[in-house]
């Protein structure tokens, strides 16, 4: 079990931060968390998940356009934008990552509905990895789905098959800025043993 | 940061186990599941999650004639299955949720494909917080898509506005019969800092 700090890091102390403190995110940053959340269970070991992390003001610019107002001045302003996408295609990946059975590809390639079912079921476990693997390693995340995805597609992924799916502003965030924290279910709410 | 046992048990050494030792998973333990996951973010604190945690032996065979040939033994095997399911009607929770917005409920109330886009991306989101929650509080876990959601739904969610979404076995993993791990895709096949 993990220490009371650590999930206090991950879950319990973490919360999704509009205000950010004026403090780089670097390279290296980027790395650790992709390294870490590139090993959390996809179906088939598919990982279709696709990352553009959004830093330079010039590609800050290419993204306001797609940006909902009352996401605007909070991801305009944070050190990075990450646009968590996946793949349709990502059976084409297959046959490496998933090398044990052959006709795995064909499973997806066949039926392009599954496919795009298990991109997005997928690469949204994977973009939940990314926040987890963000805070994990000291960084704050704020995740939105408030753009306009295809404004997004157009301008980030033309000619690929990958679509975005969120937006998660990282970086160091603000605490003088929080809200009050909503609310949650219950376990009774939402859970049953049976 | 974590530190590099924490960021083992959650990431870099967990593995999804097929094999199962012989050991209870208490409601202690999904307890402290739930208490940890419903803390991570979604879209407006929708919280669409819903999750039948399936333990005693009646409710496994009642779950049996869903799954896939190649889940089939593991899954009856396993101390506790969890199918992770989302709520299409998580909507008329969000005036308690989201109480700083009134009208967030009608964003989705008014628009039944925007409310199921949002039930399963946010239900995924809360399904992976699910999987490293049960890791972080000592669980391995095997997550799969291999079963029939229909039949779920029509057995654990009749009457109701659920969606099976994915399931996931919990207890603790014999190390014995784990396969090799799957390769990853590189930091530059799937990331791009602009």
Known sequence: MLDAGALDTLFRHARTHDGWLDRPVSDEQLHQIYELMKMGPTSANSCPARIVF?????AKER?????????LEKTMAAPVTAIIGFDLKFYDRLPDLFPHNPE??????????????????NG?????????AARAVGLDCGPMSGFDNAKVDAEFFQETYV???????????????????????GFEEVCVVL
């Open 63 to 71: 993204l306001r356009p797609a940006l909902s107002e009352g996401n």
């Open 124 to 132: 949204t476990l994977q973009g939940a990895y990314f926040i987890l």
């Open 104 to 121: 795995a590809r064909s499973w997806f390639a066949d039926d392009p509905k599954s496919a795009e079912l298990a991109a997005f079921r």
């Open 54 to 58: 959004v830093r330079s003001r010039q």
């Open 163 to 185: 679509k975005s799916n969120f937006l998660c502003n990282l970086g160091y965030g603000d605490s003088n800025r929080l809200f009050p924290r909503g609310p949650r279910l």
